[in-house]
């Protein structure tokens, strides 16, 4: 009998990673790098949405992805806010003076306008609450010295080895190409 509760155990444990969207802080250990960041804003979802090479609009797994990352949020209460961590077609700039082409930072600029419109005119998500950050540039002197919510994400998402930084290891690179988006519920 044991062994049948703990294979069920494992089955659910697994199901439950294969699935891009994830509550945050359940009673299970946090599994990936962008949950742990999200617990550590007090979000309550997570989802991972992957876009086409070189293409802004959201393929069907997309929208599956936030239609189901909304409606998990719904279920669990009101949503508050909804942060949106887009990359283009390359990966986060690791040196604090490199810049991406202007060709990716607009196909993440495209792509982040993609989610907003989708958030709002498909799942009724108030575009108001929507924030999306372009991982595609890094933040701008001010940006940072003011600690502005964009820097304040990237500086999160550095620090959790999701995008790289100048002389830090342990990154996770392939975030090129997806979209992170991170769901707070209102208190």
Not at 32 to 57: L, M, P, Y
Not at 131 to 160: I, Q, W
Request: charged share 30%; proline share 3%.
């Amino acid at each position: 009998m044991k062994k049948i509760v703990i294979m069920s155990v494992a089955a659910l444990a697994l199901a439950a990673c294969s699935h891009g969207t994830k509550k945050v802080g359940e009673t299970a250990p946090l599994e990936t790098k962008a949950e742990k960041v999200a617990q550590k804003r007090g979000e309550h979802v997570v989802s991972k949405i992957t876009f086409d090479k070189g293409n802004a609009n959201l393929n069907s797994g997309a929208r599956g992805e936030l239609n189901k990352a909304v409606s998990q949020a719904r279920q669990m209460g009101e949503i508050d806010e909804v942060t949106v961590a887009v990359w283009s077609d390359m990966e986060y700039p690791a040196r604090k003076d490199a810049k991406l082409p202007k060709k990716q930072v607009d196909l993440a600029d495209s792509r982040g306008d993609k989610i907003e419109d989708f958030l709002a005119k498909d799942l009724d998500v108030s575009s108001y609450r929507v924030r999306v950050h372009n991982m595609g540039a890094k933040p701008n002197f001010l940006s940072e010295y003011f600690n502005t919510a964009d820097a304040e994400l990237k500086n999160e998402l550095t620090a959790m080895g999701i995008a790289p930084a100048d002389g830090r290891g342990n990154v996770v690179t392939g975030q090129a190409g997806k979209a992170l988006v991170f769901i707070k519920l209102k208190e």
